[in-house]
Nanobody, 123 residues
Framework: QVQLVESGGGLVQAGGSLRLSCAASGRAFSAYTMGWFRQAPGKEREFVAAVRWNGDSTYSSYSVKGQFTISRDNAKNTVYLQMNSLEPDDTAVYYC????????????????WGQGTQVTVSS
């Protein structure tokens, strides 16, 4: 069992930056692939980025490539999402998630979820 708590969301102007954190508690955090997803009102949950268990491999969706960076610190049981050059279209609730197997990019393959943190980008 893994519990995930996101933080770092808020209101930011277009062009600004935010860093989201996701603190994990429970067993064997370092064994999980960690991912970030987002969900805007009226839209489906969308994959943003994922990082393998040891942090040596990351994958980002095309829509955020070069703009967002995922990383993890297994010593702190924390995964991060650095978001730069934010735009109003990035407004959403951002969720972190943990997957016991594989390196998935779809929500159904993740086993544990945080409660989400709101990111609002004003124009």
């Amino acid at each position: 069992q893994v519990q995930l708590v996101e933080s770092g969301g808020g209101l930011v102007q277009a062009g600004g930056s935010l860093r989201l954190s996701c603190a994990a508690s429970g067993r064997a955090f370092s064994a999980y692939t960690m991912g970030w997803f987002r969900q805007a009102p009226g839209k489906e949950r969308e994959f943003v980025a994922a990082v393998r268990w040891n942090g040596d491999s990351t994958y980002s969706s095309y829509s955020v490539k070069g703009q967002f960076t995922i990383s993890r610190d297994n010593a702190k049981n924390t995964v991060y999402l650095q978001m730069n050059s934010l735009e109003p279209d990035d407004t959403a609730v951002y969720y972190c998630a943990a997957a016991r197997r594989g390196y998935p990019t779809t929500p159904d393959l993740y086993d544990y979820w945080g409660q989400g943190t709101q990111v609002t980008v004003s124009s």
